[in-house]
């Protein structure tokens, strides 16, 4: 199994790739997954500063991993790598940085967008492109990068994919941003296929689904006020945080889900 135990030759748990590491909940799982002793990469498309704050955020995580388990040698720095995954040549060095690092065991596919809230008789082609593209499309094409470094058919050690779908996907989310929805449906069924594909090759397919996280991609289809309000018909009484998402990411990492593959988690506050 890739998560073995820490040593004193390193921490045994690899490198993790986290894209969309810079903010939100990609930073959450970055900071979080460092702290468990995984070697940070992670990826932004603009916020180059934030991106190096939250590697920096790892470094002083993994420290403290170290310390506590009595590991003495310097944490591998994590990095941080510019890349817009909505151009698929872009992936492949993402991932050439991560083999420079360690061996790959973990993937959170992470980055995603969506856009301003809309009816589907007003979208347009090229907004349906870049959200399948950046959601679905390139979460498919990170995750084969994956599975040829971790899959034992290809000589790998094993490890896990966690993607990062959102509870839009069975709400359809109408009258807002019914594209989007679709696009994590598409990951959704992605985790459930790949799963089952990669089962008996030492790799773990999941996928988180979200319900409405304190995050600035609300900002972004024009309603930043959203958790907030939306906040009394949540189950809860409130919008959920990143670092409750990275929780559950976390946990599907680790050796404690070893028997759980093709599960779709609800982070939703029951929403
Ligand atoms: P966020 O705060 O807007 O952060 C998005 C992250 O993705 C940033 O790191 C951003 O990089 C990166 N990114 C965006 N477009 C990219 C591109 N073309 N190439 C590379 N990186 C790109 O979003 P979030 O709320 O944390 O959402 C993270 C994931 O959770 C997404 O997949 C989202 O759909 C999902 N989710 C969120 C919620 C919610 O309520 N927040 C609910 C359900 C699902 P820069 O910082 O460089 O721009």
Redesign the pocket.
Known sequence: MANAQPSAAGTGRGVAVV????????AACARLLARAGWTICL?????QE??AAVARDCDAAARQFRAEHGITDEPTPAVAVG????DPASIPGVFATADRLGPLTVLIN?????DRQARVDEMTADRLSRMFT??AIASILCAGEAVRRMSTRHGGAGGSIVN?????ARLGSPGLYVDYAAS?GAVDTFTLGLAREVAGEAVRVNAVR????A????A?TGDADRPARMASSIPVGRPGS?DEVAEAVAWLCSPAASYTTGAILDVTGGR
């Not at 990826?43 to 916020?47: G, K, M, N």
């Not at 995050?215 to 609300?218: A, E, N, P, V």
Request: aromatic share 2%; hydrophobic share 40%.
């Open positions: 894209t969309g590491g810079s903010r939100g909940i990609g990826t932004y498309r603009a916020e934030a991106a890349a817009d995954i909505a992470n980055a995603g967008v969506t950046i959601n990062i779908s959102s509870a839009a994590k979200p319900g409405i996280i995050t600035d991609i609300h972004t990143a």
